[in-house]
């Protein structure tokens, strides 16, 4: 049983954070805590020139809200948006906030992740605890 549970949150298409909830319910110890993580990646200078200036108060009001349904009902859970490159924010976060697992969410591994990673492999390969993926 873990104490200290990050959730990394992605909201594309083919990872399940629902399923990480569950997990991450399933495995906490009494009273542990459930931190929901999601990592807003930054966009270059160029794109930004071109969206509103108030885009990233409304996507992180947009992730926010969405991280927010996926921790309803559950004790202890807190909700947390960053901004960074996403593996290395996730792990940097990990090793800040002492969490003793991780729980992502994984897509099915192609030939372009031979060459370059994926987020959770990175994650895998270099956390200082415990890593539970789901696919």
């Not at 031979?114 to 895998?124: H, I, K, N």
């Amino acid at each position: 049983m873990y104490s200290n549970i990050l959730v990394p949150v992605s909201f594309e298409a083919d990872r399940n954070a629902r399923e990480s909830m569950e997990i991450a319910q399933a495995i906490r110890a009494e009273g542990g805590k459930i931190t929901l993580l999601h990592v807003m990646e930054h966009l270059p200078q160029y794109a930004t020139e071109y969206l509103p200036a108030d885009h990233l108060d409304k996507a992180r009001d947009d992730i926010t809200g969405g991280l927010a349904a996926l921790a309803e009902g559950v004790g202890n859970a807190e909700v947390v948006v960053v901004e960074g490159h996403s593996a290395r924010t996730i792990l940097d976060y990990a090793d800040e906030v002492k969490a003793d697992c991780i729980i992502i969410a994984s897509h099915r591994p192609g030939m372009q992740d031979f060459f370059l990673g994926s987020t959770a492999a990175r994650v895998v390969r270099h956390a200082r605890c415990a890593v539970h993926v789901v696919r």
